[in-house]
């Protein structure tokens, strides 16, 4: 017996399932392919509050500190690190970008400083180019391991009793007289009194023959992981114009990611996760941006790439909510790139409105009626992501 499905084992889905176990509910897991098999695993993986837009702000904060403790509460690895995160300016017109951003969050209460010295930028990481001119600094924020964090989500979850099924597509969610009543999936038919829609660019397959939707665009981010490196990067490093990011990981590794590019829709379904591949110039364009930053990268060896595709809502921010009319469903999606931070905090607010359809979370900018009463919903531009 269940009570709860939740759809797609990404760092939504898995936080949400871990949570709503951890408060007496049987509930079932479900993933099309296997945990992470998507934006969860594709992504930079940085956990900041640094350059947030003002709503999600409450969220990353409270994520960042559920972060610095979650590797012990789901005794598994993370690999999370606080390590600071620089955004940077590389011309005279970057400059006061990243001034009014630091003048913004540092009025919104977050620690976080403008550093116009050079020597000052190297010092909290040397490995950047003596030609940036200025750069926000947020020592507070830092990244974590994707795949290693979603695994042990999932551990952490199948030990307080939650079913797996992966390798398991849900076709349909059921509902009688405005009551979710289970869901269909290709191998039969699960009864559940809830269900939590956490299935990212493919949510609307489930949510449109219910009559809901969340208007999607979804742009493509090239992704280059090199082979291990000497040590030379602390923080993450973001860009102004949000054109390049990228990190070390634990093991040396520089994991870089473009700015979004147009998807065209081509994806590899046949593996045990769907591939998206980048363009030989998109690769080359993130080489040059990224080492003109960070010039060790020059010289990295490259042994994966990959694309990710990005959720991406008209207005940049997530859906997380239980829309009326319909009991028992509950939505988490179009987190826009940058909704791994927010994953444990994502876990937390859906176990809340499964259980009282309230949490002490400041939500509403996150309702999906935000949406159905525009015709016409406008594609703001994401400046940032990652
Ligand atoms: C390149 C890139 C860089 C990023 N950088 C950052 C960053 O630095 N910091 C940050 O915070 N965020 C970042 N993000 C965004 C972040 O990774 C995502 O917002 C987050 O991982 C979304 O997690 P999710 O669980 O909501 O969705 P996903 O991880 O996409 O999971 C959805 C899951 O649902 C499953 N599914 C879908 N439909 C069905 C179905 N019908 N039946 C069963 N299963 C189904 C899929 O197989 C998938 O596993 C980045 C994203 C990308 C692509």
Redesign the pocket.
């Known amino acids: 017996m269940t009570d709860v499905v939740v759809?797609?084992?990404?760092?939504?889905?898995?936080a949400s399932a871990y949570e709503l176990a951890r408060r007496g509910f049987r509930v079932t897991l479900?993933?099309?392919?296997?945990?992470?098999?998507?934006?969860?695993?594709?992504?930079?993986?940085?956990?900041?509050q640094s350059g947030r837009h003002p709503a999600e702000l409450p969220l990353a904060t409270a994520a960042v500190q559920r972060w610095a403790g979650l590797a012990d509460e789901l005794e598994g690895e993370t690999r999370y690190r606080r390590n600071g995160n620089l955004r940077l300016a590389r011309t005279a017109e970057e400059v006061p970008v990243i001034r009014s951003l630091v003048e913004q969050q540092s009025a919104a209460g977050l620690d976080v400083a403008l550093l116009t010295d050079t020597a000052d930028i190297q010092a909290v990481a040397p490995a950047v180019s003596d030609r940036v001119m200025a750069a926000s600094w947020c020592p507070s924020d830092g990244?974590a391991d994707?795949r290693a964090t979603v695994l042990s989500y999932v551990a952490a979850a199948q030990r307080l009793g939650v079913e797996m099924r992966f390798g398991?597509?849900?076709?349909r969610i059921e509902t009688v007289e405005g009551h979710v009543t289970g869901i269909a999936?290709d191998a039969g038919m699960i009864a559940a009194s809830h269900v939590v829609v956490?299935?990212?660019?493919?949510?609307n397959?489930?949510l449109e023959p219910l009559g809901l939707a969340v208007p999607l665009q979804v742009p493509m981010?090239t992704?280059l992981r090199s082979v291990p490196m000497p040590a030379a990067l602390g923080p993450?490093i973001g860009v102004a114009n949000a054109d390049c990011?990228g990190r070390q990981e634990v093991d040396g590794r520089f994991r870089v990611?473009s700015g979004l590019e147009t998807w065209h829709g081509d994806i590899d379904h046949d593996g045990p996760?769907?591939a998206v591949r980048p363009t030989m110039r998109s690769i080359a364009e993130v080489v040059r941006l990224f080492g003109e930053v960070v010039p060790a990268f020059k010289d990295a060896r490259m042994d994966e790439t990959w694309?990710?595709?990005?959720?991406l809502t008209p207005d940049g921010l997530p859906v997380i909510d239980s829309p009326a009319g319909l009991d028992g469903l509950t939505v988490?999606?179009g987190?826009?790139?940058?909704?791994?931070?927010?994953?444990p905090v994502?876990g937390t607010i859906v176990a809340d409105l499964v259980e009282t359809r309230r949490t002490p979370f400041p939500i509403t900018p996150f309702a999906l009626d935000r949406f159905t009463d525009r015709k016409q919903v406008a594609f703001e531009p994401l400046s940032l992501?990652?």
């Open positions: 759809v797609g084992a990404g760092i939504s889905g898995a479900l993933d099309r392919y296997s945990p992470a098999a998507m934006a969860s695993g594709w992504t930079l993986a940085g956990v900041r990244s994707p398991e597509q849900v076709r999936t956490c299935a990212g660019i493919f949510g397959e489930l981010v992704v993450v990011a990611t996760r769907p694309a990710g595709l990005i959720d988490a999606m987190f826009s790139g940058h909704g791994f931070c927010l994953g994502t992501h990652g």
